[in-house]
């Protein structure tokens, strides 16, 4: 069942929109375990909490980023090298599909600068915290013809 009682905030909580979907829809399971919780909790308002990941942890990684964090970070010994191996790594890119040279530039990236992956995690909990907030739907009991 993908359903789970909040008796903090008074809800019945639908993991998911499709859940929430077949739910809506008479004579399926969903349904009638709503409709269950419904009964045992008949002042609890009915909400949908999208269930779905943040697709990309770390969007605002691009190349601009990644030159300006460079040469911003490290002594001036470590900006150069550290400089340098960016551009090696973005020619070696030129070899690859755009997809596949990112994915090898910012493997690299965030071997070299860990905290921006620290980061990224923290502000991908925040972001799923305030996504993945409960909406509150309205279920009509009564369907007119």
Request: aromatic fraction near 12%; charge should be positive; include cysteine.
């Amino acid at each position: 069942m993908a359903i789970t009682i909040n008796e903090k905030n008074r809800s019945i909580v639908l993991m998911g929109k499709e859940f929430a979907k077949a739910a809506s829809q008479f004579g399926t399971p969903e349904y009638a375990d709503l409709q269950a919780a419904r009964r045992d909790y008949p002042n609890y308002k009915v909400v949908v909490k999208n269930n779905s990941k943040s697709g990309n942890r770390l969007s605002g990684l691009t190349y601009a980023f990644m030159e300006k964090y460079i040469k911003s970070h490290g002594t001036k010994e470590e900006i150069a090298k550290n400089y340098d191996d960016y551009k090696e790594q973005r020619e070696r890119g030129e070899c690859y599909t755009s997809v596949i040279a990112y994915g090898i530039i910012k493997d690299w990236f965030l071997e070299k600068y860990p905290e921006i992956e620290a980061f990224g995690k923290k502000k991908s909990k925040a972001n799923n915290n305030s996504e993945n907030e409960s909406t509150e739907i309205t279920l009509d009991e009564k369907k007119s013809a």
